[in-house]
DNA sequence: GTCTGGCACTCGGCCCGGGTGAGTGCCAGG
DNA sequence: CCTGGCACTCACCCGGGCCGAGTGCCAGAC
């Protein structure tokens, strides 16, 4: 077990290399700050730190660097979630409220956390696993052609195309929409299927095969639906990454536009409360010198969604986390007033 | 005037330096290319080209480079459009076949630009200027509540929520939406806002005031929509920019997360034809350094939306400007199908 | 007039070697 | 258990010299 001290002077590796991303040495730690006791008995307490796996030497007669391992403990011990100041709290706010519909309200809060953060901003559609359905719409576009618009409760709609076998009647048509929304409105996706699955059978044989083409591609639309999307911004920051850039940011940004690698991300991460995956913890090697802060967001007591940040392991912690956490809170609102 | 020799030279220059990426010299030249004459007659011929501003020295004995007007230069007269390959051709069409939606289309689009090019891809969504209406949807959501879908040719559908003051009966609605769909289906959105002047006239006394509401909010949708999308890809390219990274790709990065900015870069390319923007002569500062290969691509003749690629101004310009073309065609013969 | 070979010159890049300083590990003593 | 002292190790920073690619210019050949 580490003394008390010697995780103060892991934390104070961690804060000053954070800072100035050079490799710390014992002498400025007893400079910087105020641990009470002499160079020499640090260099004792960074050995042993250094045996325990926390920190390492990038070549003999250097200072010491975190490892990944020894952020973790950082992050798991040492470090608090820095609340954000007043002033950025009305600005998160106030940038927020203007947003007109779903896309800007990810959109700006894309660009919101990228700039409050400083590094890479990556935001989770509202997932519609948990939503539920606000409303279907059936039109005939021409005799055997009909739209299938779907509306959630989160605000989104989609639209497929359905060609029928045989002509459907305007009758039939208002018919199926009227049993369709009575039985669907406000469940969940999940529980749909079932919902419908005797419908075909109330209808006359001619219609029912229309009837069955029209729930499949319903069915088919709630699972598409349920594969979700994000937006990434804030690239540019990744050019502050470190000295040896190319080939650092490349795997990033592969990894960064390869959404579907980025979805299995969030999906590793807790459902409720931030989670913090440091360097290797990250399944992706491409995100292996990166640290992934996500948290899951929502309009109420459920999340709907993931937010985070991608920057280098060696980041703000503290800072990150509570402007994830600040962030997520608002966008929450937002979706709840919406 | 430049002799044939001399355009010769520097199409040989421009071609050596794209594929070294560095300052080539006469003696190197002369090695290279059958140019017949020998190191010093280049010499003079660069001398030449250098006093007229087409190509540079970094420093004084070092090779030359070609400036962006020598840039210029190639791309106007010296260089034609490389053909793609027919296994090239054929897997543009296969990857491009498996689409399911618009969305699925521009995204596969993007991708494929840019690993063809190896370099940035931008496309852009069709846009809605000259699109048409296939249907307006009207739901109650509630009483006081209204829910509007818009329907374009292009396959792309949007919602607006629409708080009545009063409520509006159900009767009421379904004509609102007969009479609206009988007027503006199939018309295109610039013809709309006269389209439908009149519209609430002919309504009772109690209902003028929701269905001028429904219209403002419809013609606003509209507009709104005829903002143009688009989508950006393959950013991790950019890390084979050079060798002085952080400085050149960061302002490239930061003004390819503005769509704002990309959307006016490719307002001013040309609507029909290529468009090849060299180096400073790309408004955007921070694109100075790149060149933007643009061209329009559309479902029938007229373009509907423009696709190109951002490289560095070292780019192969042939190759690039055949592959965007052939992408064009492509994505305009899919669209045309759907 | 144009091309060519020759020649002197420039200057960035590379390698080498010494000096410097930050940082370490170890040890004996408080 | 802490501390000061000491020897040791390297990365980093010059400065200098060498090398070679590349240039400009010039006189002579075609």
Redesign the pocket.
């Known amino acids: 077990m580490l003394s008390e001290?010697r995780l103060e002077v892991l934390r104070a590796i961690v804060q000053d290399y954070v800072g100035t991303e050079e490799?710390?040495?014992?002498?400025?730690l007893t400079e910087r700050h105020r641990l009470?006791?002499?160079?020499?008995?640090i260099?004792?307490d960074?050995?042993a730190l250094?045996d325990e796996g926390f920190i390492a030497?990038p070549?003999?007669?250097?200072?010491?660097i975190p490892t990944d391992k020894g952020y973790r403990l950082f992050v798991d011990k040492l470090a608090g979630v820095k609340p954000l100041s007043s002033p950025e709290r009305r600005a998160i706010q106030n940038f927020l409220d203007g947003a007109v519909d779903l896309d800007d309200v990810v959109g700006r809060t894309v660009r919101l956390l990228a700039q409050l953060t400083r590094q890479v901003a990556v935001v989770q559609y509202p997932s519609l696993t948990r939503s539920t359905v606000r409303h279907v719409e059936l039109l005939a576009l021409a005799p055997a052609r009909l739209m299938l618009v779907l509306i959630t409760d989160t605000g989104r709609v989609e639209q497929r195309l359905i060609d029928c076998q045989a002509p459907f009647g305007e009758t039939s048509l208002a018919d199926l929409r009227a049993r369709l929304n009575s039985r669907v409105v406000g469940r969940r996706f999940a529980d749909v299927p079932q919902l419908v699955q005797d419908l075909p059978e109330s209808f006359e044989q001619d219609d029912r095969g229309t009837v069955s083409t029209v729930l499949s591609v319903l069915l088919e639309t709630l699972v598409e639906e349920t594969e979700e999307r994000l937006m990434i911004g804030g690239t540019a920051n990744l050019t502050r990454f470190g000295h040896d850039f190319p080939l650092t940011i490349r795997p990033v940004l592969e990894a960064l536009e390869e959404h579907v690698v980025m979805l299995k991300l969030l999906g590793e991460a807790k459902d409720s409360g931030m989670t913090v995956r440091i360097g290797h913890e990250n399944a992706h090697e491409g995100l292996a010198s990166t640290s992934v802060v996500t948290v899951g967001y929502g309009s109420g007591d459920e999340a709907v969604a993931k937010l985070g940040v991608v920057g280098p392991t060696r980041m703000d912690y503290p800072g990150t986390m509570g402007a994830v956490r600040a962030v997520a809170r608002y966008v929450g609102q937002i979706l709840a007033e919406s």
């Open positions: 001290r490799p710390v040495g014992s002498k400025a009470g006791v002499s160079p020499a008995t260099r004792n960074m050995a250094e030497q070549h003999t007669s250097a200072g010491r």
